[in-house]
């Protein structure tokens, strides 16, 4: 209760309606979604139709990666060739085997794609990456390499949700089986097209948006790199090419790291209102 001395009431007489208002200024933490972007530049190798091989010794990887992707464009009559073997990277220092997707070297009459992955790979220069095809056949025709890297990827034992692929024997569409993956995902598929005489193109594509590097034919091999960004479960394709005829695609939906902290600043208003003498709060 407020008490007014008697030779004050006077003064109450002059008030008029007075707003004190008071804006305090708080910062929430909050969380939104990170997304995953292609990181530092891609890198092409032509490697020998060896069943085992190093590809190089001085790759760099930018300081900020948390995945190494690698496509591989080549071909023997012999299913699963490619991703019915192993490629490693460095990663603690060591050689360490890689993760990889299927379904795009399944035929012995298409040319085959695989795609290989590995999350937290080591930073810096002087890396290597290494490869060892299935069994102990070499290849008919000596494969393309491509390195690129990515940040804000999930970093756990399973960065990738889902992977396909498919082949087509005679032209394109090289289109894929269902590939599991939800909105936040990024799609990155390896496609790869039997350029006879000259240097081809996947002219378009279905359900990816961004070529992320095209080949350069090396001897009949020739494909590119290309990703998208799924509401959900989704197919991909190679829809339409130059100067390609059979070949394969195959995709990983590569899942982002989740949140990250956002500071958020919000005004929290308080206030004091005397109005005509009257004091409320």
Known sequence: MVHVHHKNMKYWKYFTSIILVVAIIVVFPIKTSAAVTQTGSASAFNITTANTGTV?????????ATMVVVGVSGFRAEATFLSGGNMTFTKG????TMRK??????????????????E?????????LKWDWQ?????SNAPIIEVIFFTGTDVSATPVRGTAGGINTSDTPYTSGTITAQSGDLIVAAIAGFAGTSEGTCASYTNLSTTIVQYTRFG???GALASGS????????????TNWADGGIVGISIKSSGVVAANVPVVEVKGTVIVNGALKI
């Open 56 to 64: 190089s010794t001085t790759i760099t990887v930018p300081s900020d």
């Open 135 to 139: 069994g102990t056949n070499t290849a």
């Open 230 to 241: 799924p509401s959900g479960n989704t197919t991909v394709s190679c829809a339409t090419d």
């Open 120 to 128: 937290s790979p080591d930073t810096g220069s002087n890396k290597t």
């Open 101 to 118: 997707g299927s379904g795009g070297d399944s035929g012995t009459s298409s040319f085959q794609s695989a795609i290989f992955y590995l």
């Open 220 to 222: 009949s091999a020739d």
């Open 93 to 96: 220092g060591v050689d360490t």
